[in-house]
C-alpha cells in the first residue's frame, strides 16, 4: 500500500488563488512606486533650460523624460517607467483573470 499525498482540487483552486492574490498586490503597489520613482529621479536631475517643475505635467514627464531630465538618467527614468507601467499591466491581468475565474466557473 502506497503513502502518498492526495491533492483535492478545492485545495489546488485555493493556492492558486492565493498566489494570484499575491502577484496583484505585489504588482498593483511596486508598480506606482517605480512610476513615482521615475518622476523623482527626473526631478533630481532636471536640465536647467527645461521649464520649472511644477508647471509640468506628470504624464509629459513620464512619457518624455528626455525632454526635462539631464540626458545621463534618461534610460534609468524610461526602464523605471516601463517596468512601472508593466507592473500595472500584470495587476490589471490578474484583476481580469479572477473576476473571470470568479463569473465563469
Do not use: C, Y
Amino acid at each position: 500500500m502506497a503513502i502518498g499525498l492526495t491533492v483535492f482540487p478545492s485545495a489546488m483552486l485555493r493556492a492558486a488563488n492565493i498566489s494570484s492574490e499575491v502577484i496583484f498586490l505585489a504588482s498593483v503597489l511596486l508598480g506606482p512606486v517605480l512610476l513615482v520613482t521615475g518622476i523623482v529621479v527626473a526631478r533630481l536631475n532636471w536640465r536647467s533650460d527645461a521649464p520649472r517643475f511644477l508647471r509640468t505635467r506628470s504624464l509629459d514627464l513620464l512619457l518624455r523624460p528626455g525632454k526635462f531630465a539631464l540626458p545621463q538618467v534618461v534610460p534609468a527614468i524610461q526602464v523605471l517607467n516601463a517596468l512601472g507601467l508593466l507592473l500595472i499591466v500584470v495587476a490589471a491581468l490578474a484583476l481580469i483573470r479572477h473576476a473571470l475565474t470568479q463569473f465563469l466557473f
